[in-house]
């Protein structure tokens, strides 16, 4: 690590972290160093990208995908209103297959996750590693403690407007409308984040993507593309709502006080079992599409499933202040107004704003008819 090279922010956290692990224990020193050090060789190996469209050695492909994040990134700021500065005008070519690794883990018969508490970023329900090996070592102490533990890859993160977040060879490969959909996503998080409210942050940037995805592919897209789109979209309800489904049929598992610790296991193992039986289903609808596989290269376990959230739950919320306040900048705002309240004040407003589903009647007096008519 060159010492000279390392920027006032990134030495503060570097600071910060050895302050501490020092007042902590050696393990969560050494896990801060990894975190400062991973940060620093991710942004010591981004360039500009005008510099790999001019460098000779840029593949074709990897030109055509920087100018397209380029324009992404230039409708960011001119559309949408998002930071501009720094961040997603480099590029960072890595050699592995995600930027991180995160640690998520839960009691055996539970899907609250345990929490670890940062200086920068709050408490959050996981720990990253730049190292796959380094997660997996942690994952097997967490393990040995009887804890359900999940390592999942990481394709991008967000350092909340801290350092200049570079793009990543580990996502620039996406069609462009998630492509599109990442960056956006990720810059709304610079906007506003409250501590330890990942449902409202979520919610936040996912409203500010599928917004500025839809109004992006209305000046840049094409049918095929605005029908890709939508097939991805359809892709992740589904496949969420398969989840959060089990989710809510483990935690009345083991909310019953009747039932003992061996028979709650036997639920268990016969849940994540239809889980994966009905996934399979799931991707024969989907005409084989196999982008979910991922999820299952681990044995299943309640972590899996404890950061499987209703993260979207206060878009339709979110939208409706957009539309009232009618444009990004003013949205921004009230979003940031929002963040200032404590947690139940603002799921309140939320809450609120959150409007009613519709009702389903029509869908019963079909099923009434064809009942009748014998079908």
Known sequence: MKLSRITPRLRILLL??????????????????????????????????????ADPGTSTRLRLRLETARQIRRFAVSE?????????????????????????????LSLKPLVWCFPVAGCVNYRGYYSKEAAESYAKQLKADGNDVEVGGVPAYSTLGWFNDPLISTFINYPDAELARMIFHELAHQIVYAQGDSQFNESFASTVEEVGVERWMERFGNQAMRDGYARYKSRKHDFLALLLKYRKALEQNYALVDRSDSEKRAVKARLFQELKDEYQVLKGNWGGYAGYDRFFEQPLSNAHLASIATYEDFVPAFRAMLRRDGSFPRFYKSVKQLAELDRADRHRILKALTPPLPPAPLMVQRSEVSTVGGR
Do not use: H
């Open 80 to 108: 949408m209103a998002l930071p501009d500065n720094k961040s997603y005008k480099n590029y960072a070519a890595l050699k592995r297959k995600y930027v991180l690794w995160n640690v998520v883990a839960t009691p055996e």
């Open 16 to 53: 910060a972290g050895t302050a501490a692990g020092l007042l902590a224990s050696c393990s969560t020193l050494d896990y801060y160093t990894q975190a400062a050090q991973g940060q620093f060789e991710l942004l010591s190996d981004a360039r500009p990208i005008d510099d790999w469209i």
